[in-house]
């Protein structure tokens, strides 16, 4: 199995600009997370997804960051508009029965 | 490059006995190193990181972890291991620019009564 894949890698956009971050998951898991990473806060967990349906959105931070699942094998998360306090690395990862997360390479975002 | 290394994807310790979770890192510059947990079905949590000056840092729950430049480690320890510690626990790095973050694969921890 290819892991959790995540796309882009890199993203620069300017403020106000619409940005989407993918994942695919690992074929047979049934959990996916969303974290972001900046060194000020480290990991924070935005928002996971149990068969496809989200469990807890608690931590997304805004009405401008929105998740999808559409279904099994895809999850966009989208931020609209960007800021620049939104720049750092967006994680995605994947588990079966929520355990032992598998994390993709991140998204390093940077909003100028 | 870097990379991480969690040596032991399972350990089991008795209630009360000293929890030792090994962590190796590869990097070509100065590390942030962090350790997280998660427990089941929930996301990963922060259990302490260690950026600069003290090489020994504590953290929630009793836990705590040194950081050994000269053995390339950050092994996370807890004194005396609790049912409630039971879960995943994932050793991190990143370089000094928080750019990328490289995770372990983890290590679950049993705490056997």
């Known amino acids: 199995d290819a892991g959790v894949i995540q796309s882009p890698r890199h993203e620069v956009t300017e403020m106000g600009q619409e940005v989407t971050l993918r994942c695919k998951p690992i074929s047979g898991h049934d959990y996916l997370f969303w974290y972001r990473q900046t060194m000020m806060r480290g990991l924070e967990l935005l928002i996971y997804f149990n068969n496809n349906v989200p469990i807890d959105d608690s931590g997304m931070p805004e009405d401008r960051f929105s998740a999808k699942m559409p279904n099994a094998s895809f999850s966009t998360l989208k931020i609209q508009p960007s800021e620049p306090r939104d720049s750092a690395v967006y994680f995605c990862?994947?588990?079966?029965?929520?355990?032992?997360?598998?994390f993709g390479q991140g998204t390093r975002l940077t909003v100028v | 490059a870097q990379s991480v290394t969690q040596l032991g994807s399972h350990v089991s310790v008795s209630e009360g006995a000293l929890v030792l979770l090994r962590c190796n890192y590869s990097?070509?510059?100065?590390?942030?190193l962090f350790w997280y947990v998660q427990y089941p079905n929930q996301g990963l949590q922060l259990l302490l990181k260690?950026?600069?000056?003290?090489?020994l840092v504590k953290g929630i729950n009793g836990f705590e972890a040194e950081f050994k430049k000269s053995e390339t480690s950050f092994h996370l320890t807890k004194p005396s291991a609790h049912m409630s510690d039971a879960a995943e626990y994932f050793c991190a790095v990143s370089l000094n620019t928080g750019n990328q973050f490289y995770f372990g694969t983890g290590t679950s921890l049993t705490v056997i009564p």
């Open positions: 990097s070509s510059v100065p590390p942030y």
């Open positions: 990862a994947s588990s079966l029965l929520g355990y032992r997360a598998f």
């Open positions: 260690y950026t600069t000056g003290a090489t």
